[in-house]
């Protein structure tokens, strides 16, 4: 288990970091808590100190012997500021070290995540926008924040991520160890989930994908400090911490937002599994049972094909982003190759993530489960055959073959 120590400042997100530390300490990491003094002033050093099992607090002065501001950040293997205001996040980037915490943040060689949680003016604001770029640029991960409920009556982007979440990569973080965040500057989309086409108010089209491969995208490459845009069709899990968040439940609406999305971007991964057909009539009131073709023959349905939105982005893409695609069969061996291969060809991928589903003898179940097993083709006529593993670690495994693939920034 890790050595982490959790830095808290001073905003009334302060109270989550508890769940945060409840969820460190349950996995079986050793954390030091290391508030601000205006972090005191929201949860008080008894809080940190029961649940932690440890001594806190905020200044350089106390065991002074210990020499705190170095021995603390040099036993780091984690650490994570959460919240992180914008007077958090202006210190660290100007290196000004006035207390105990900002020390430790200029004495820890480990990987750093900040959580920012403030008002969304003070997020948008230039001063801190400079700030986060700085720190991204020295390896820093800075996640974005969620939107939702601010202090007060406020609504809007700043609110800091669920403790689950940001627990969730920072264990990829860990995972990673001391690895540099080596999407640092570049901006991904990542699509997810299964698209619905409604047949009239209660029914609709659909597929079995849970979304957990696509937010096992998104929370890996947040890990190793790209910026990404999730869009997420009808998944089945909260959105990792750190990701813009687009939800949509059509592929008409899928394929809106990824072209949208996908116009500046280095990476696109295309694992939301978008229906193939929707009805070509949509009915607005429900299709009563008794009522369906007269109860004789059952119910007809006319389809028609949806956008293909992989082969579209394939044909516009620029020269230096990266188009990941999927393909999911039922057919094993050099069936499965051949009609995975075809299809990378056709959509103009630079990479397709070949799963064998369903029927394939011997293979695990691939929909809802945490793990999978894949082969990935290239379009330079590479194949890296990925066994079975955690879809965290395939989706790494995955972005290792992107990386190389980037243009140079």
Request: with cysteine.
């Amino acid at each position: 288990m890790a050595e982490v120590v959790l830095g808290v400042a001073g905003g009334i997100a302060a109270y989550k970091s508890c769940e945060l530390l409840r969820l460190f300490t349950e996995a079986g990491h050793q954390v030091q808590v290391v508030p601000t003094e205006a972090a005191l002033r929201f949860v008080g050093a008894p809080t940190w100190e029961a649940l932690s099992g440890r001594p806190v607090a905020d200044d350089v002065w106390s065991r002074a012997y210990e020499v705190p501001h170095v021995r603390i950040g040099r036993r780091a293997e984690l650490v994570v500021v959460a919240p992180a205001t914008a007077d958090l996040l202006a210190k660290a980037a100007t290196g000004l070290a006035d207390d105990l915490l900002t020390n430790t943040l200029l004495t820890a060689a480990a990987p750093v995540l900040y959580a920012p949680a403030m008002h969304t003016e003070m997020w948008e604001h230039p001063a801190t926008v400079a700030n986060v770029a700085t720190l991204r640029s020295r390896g820093a991960v800075v996640v974005e924040p969620a939107v939702g409920r601010l202090t007060g009556a406020d609504t809007g982007k700043g609110r800091l991520p669920e403790p689950e979440t940001l627990f969730a990569l920072a264990e990829r973080l860990l995972h990673r160890g001391s690895s540099e965040p080596d999407l640092a500057g570049r901006r991904v989309v990542v699509t997810a989930g299964g698209t619905r086409e409604p047949l009239d108010p209660v029914r609709f089209l659909g597929n079995r994908s849970s979304g957990k491969q696509g937010l096992a995208f998104a929370r890996t490459a947040a890990a190793r400090g790209a910026r990404v845009r999730l869009i997420a069709a009808n998944v089945e899990a909260p959105a990792p911490a750190g990701v813009d968040l687009v939800t949509v439940v059509t592929t008409a609406q899928l394929r809106e937002a990824t072209l949208e999305a996908s116009a500046d971007a280095d990476a696109v991964v295309m694992a939301a599994a978008p229906c193939d057909f929707t009805p070509a009539q949509y009915t607005d009131q429900k299709l009563a049972k008794q009522h369906l073709d007269d109860g004789v023959a059952g119910l007809t349905l006319s389809l028609v094909a949806t956008p293909d939105i992989a082969a579209e982005l394939g044909a516009g893409k620029s020269a230096g982003t990266v188009l990941v695609t999927f393909a999911a069969e039922t057919v094993g061996g050099a069936e499965a190759e051949v009609n995975a291969r075809a299809k990378l060809a056709r959509k103009g991928a630079d990479l397709i993530v070949l799963n064998q589903v369903g029927g394939a003898a011997g293979r695990p179940e691939v929909f809802g489960s945490d793990r999978n097993a894949a082969t990935v083709f290239g379009l330079d006529g590479t194949a890296t055959v990925l066994s079975e593993q955690s879809k965290d670690e395939l989706a790494d495994a995955v972005w290792d073959l992107v990386k190389p693939r980037l243009k140079p920034t």
